[in-house]
C-alpha cells in the first residue's frame, strides 16, 4: 500500500471541499488571508481520517466533506495563531500568514477558520442529533487545544515540568484534535458509541505518539531532510520529554534554551541525549503508544480503510520529518 497516494486520494475532495465551502468573498484581502495556509497544502491527514473512520464503519466517506473540510479548518486555524505566538516568520514553505498581513489580520483569518469551520459542520448530511454531537466535540477539542497552548506556553518559564505534564499538554494540544477526527468520522458515518470511543481513543493515542516522535525527529533527522536547524527544540529551551528525561538524570545540556549553538556543540548534545538514553526513552514510549493504538481498531471490520489506518498509525513513528 502507498499510504501517501490514499491520502492524495481523499484529499483532493477536501480541497475541492475548501474551494466550495470556503469562497473568496468580500471583504477579499480577509478570505485570502484564511484560505493562504490551507492553499499551501499540509499533509490533510487529519480530514483523511475523518472520511476513513467514516468509509472504516460502513458509510460513504464522499457524505461528509464538509465535516472533514471543517476539521482541517480548525487544524489550519490553530496554526496560524501559534506561529504569531511563537513568532515563526515561515509555514509550509511560505511567509506566515502575519507576515503577509499582519498580526491584525492574522488574527482575523484564523478566526474566520475557526467560525466558518463550525458552520460548514452543520452543512453534513446525517442525522441532526449525530451533526449536533459532532458540534460538540469540535467545540470541545478548540477549547483543549487552547488549554494545551497556553500549558506550553507556560512551560517556557518553567524548568520543574514534569513527564505527566508534558503528556497532558501534547494530548491537548495535538492528540485531541486527531482524536475528534476519527470519532466525528465514526458517529457520522453511523457507528455504535463502543465503536466511536474506540475510535477517539485509537486517535488521542497516535496523536500523542506523533508529537512525541516529533521530538525525536529534531534531534536524529539530518538539516537537510528536517528542513530546520537539528536540535533547534534544546536551543529554544522546549520542554520536550526528551529534555525532561536528561534534565531528570542529570544530564548537563549547555545548549539548552541558548538561542543558537555550533553545529559541533550540537552534535555534542545529541551523542549526550543518545548516551543517557532520553532519545530511546521518547522513542519506545511512542512505539508502545502507537501497539496500543491498533489494538484499538479490532472494533473495525477488516477493509481496505482499516489497514489505511493502520498504516497511519505506523507512519506516525516512521516518518523523517
Not at 293 to 298: A, G, N, P, R, V
Amino acid at each position: 500500500m502507498d499510504l501517501i497516494e490514499e491520502i492524495k486520494k481523499r484529499s483532493v475532495h477536501v480541497d475541492k471541499g475548501i474551494e466550495d465551502y470556503l469562497p473568496v468573498s468580500r471583504p477579499i484581502e480577509l478570505y485570502k488571508a484564511a484560505r493562504y495556509l490551507p492553499d499551501a497544502g499540509g499533509k490533510r491527514l487529519r480530514p483523511a481520517i475523518v472520511m476513513l473512520t467514516a468509509e472504516a464503519v460502513g458509510s460513504d466517506p464522499y457524505k461528509i466533506i464538509p465535516a472533514a473540510v471543517a476539521v482541517e479548518l480548525v487544524h489550519n486555524f490553530t496554526l496560524v495563531h501559534d506561529d504569531i505566538m511563537d513568532r515563526d516568520d515561515i509555514r509550509r514553505g511560505i511567509p506566515a500568514v502575519h507576515v503577509k498581513w499582519g498580526e491584525a489580520g492574522a488574527i482575523l483569518a484564523g478566526d474566520t477558520l475557526y467560525s466558518r469551520a463550525f458552520e460548514i459542520l452543520t452543512q453534513v448530511e446525517g442525522k441532526p442529533e449525530r451533526i449536533l454531537k459532532c458540534v460538540d466535540i469540535l467545540s470541545r477539542t478548540c477549547k483543549e487545544i487552547c488549554e494545551g497552548q497556553w500549558m506550553d506556553v507556560e512551560f517556557e518559564n518553567r524548568m520543574d515540568v514534569t513527564k505527566e505534564e508534558y503528556l497532558e499538554m501534547i494530548e491537548k494540544k495535538t492528540g485531541v484534535l486527531y482524536a475528534a477526527s476519527c470519532e466525528i468520522g465514526a458517529i457520522l458515518g453511523g457507528a455504535s458509541d463502543e465503536t466511536a470511543e474506540a475510535l477517539y481513543e485509537f486517535g488521542r493515542l497516535i496523536g500523542i505518539a506523533f508529537q512525541i516522535y516529533d521530538d525525536v525527529i529534531d534531534m536524529i533527522t539530518p538539516e537537510e531532510i528536517l528542513g530546520k536547524v537539528r536540535g533547534s527544540d534544546l536551543m529554544e529551551g522546549k520542554k520536550t520529554l526528551i529534555a525532561i528525561h536528561a534534565l531528570n538524570s542529570g544530564v548537563k545540556l549547555d545548549i539548552f534554551g541558548k538561542g543558537d549553538a555550533s553545529s559541533e556543540e550540537i552534535n555534542n548534545a545529541v551523542r549526550m541525549l543518545e548516551d543517557s538514553g532520553s532519545i530511546e526513552y521518547a522513542r519506545n514510549l511512542a512505539l508502545s503508544y502507537i501497539a496500543r493504538s491498533k489494538e484499538l481498531l479490532d472494533v473495525l471490520d477488516d477493509s481496505e480503510s482499516k489497514d489505511i489506518l493502520r498504516a497511519i498509525a505506523d507512519y506516525m513513528i516512521r516518518r523523517s520529518h
